[in-house]
């Protein structure tokens, strides 16, 4: 059984189950077409997650990455690699909306 999912994204599976089905599907062909482990594939879309500044998809998939087992240290080292990057401030945003998400 799926867990149902929180927010507008669940909504628009409830009202719109087509759309949703062919957007999971296209999630699965590209998780699906590359070596990329399980754990590389989770901590790259929380990396593209803070990338794009997203404070609901960081949380996501810091989410998935702690029910997948990942340990904090390496989520709360993907907010740390932005620095470079992104710059300091994205970072520490990254890494607050990392620490929203309690075990």
């Given at each position: 059984m799926?867990?149902?999912?929180p927010?507008?994204?669940?909504?628009?599976?409830?009202?719109?189950?087509?759309?949703?089905k062919a957007?999971?599907?296209?999630?699965?062909?590209?998780?699906?077409?590359?070596?990329?482990?399980?754990r590389?594939?989770?901590?790259?879309?929380?990396?593209?997650?803070?990338?794009?500044?997203?404070?609901?998809?960081?949380?996501?998939?810091?989410?998935?990455?702690?029910?997948?087992?990942?340990?904090?240290?390496?989520?709360i080292?993907?907010a740390?690699?932005?620095?470079?990057?992104?710059?300091?401030?994205r970072?520490?945003?990254?890494?607050?909306?990392?620490?929203?998400?309690?075990?």
């Amino acid at each position: 059984m799926t867990r149902p999912m929180p927010g507008a994204a669940g909504d628009l599976a409830d009202e719109h189950p087509d759309i949703w089905k062919a957007y999971s599907a296209l999630g699965k062909a590209t998780a699906d077409c590359g070596p990329l482990t399980d754990r590389e594939k989770r901590l790259v879309k929380l990396a593209l997650a803070i990338g794009v500044g997203s404070e609901g998809a960081v949380h996501s998939h810091t989410r998935r990455a702690k029910v997948d087992g990942i340990e904090v240290a390496a989520i709360i080292q993907v907010a740390m690699l932005a620095i470079g990057p992104l710059g300091l401030p994205r970072a520490v945003a990254a890494k607050t909306w990392i620490e929203d998400i309690d075990d």
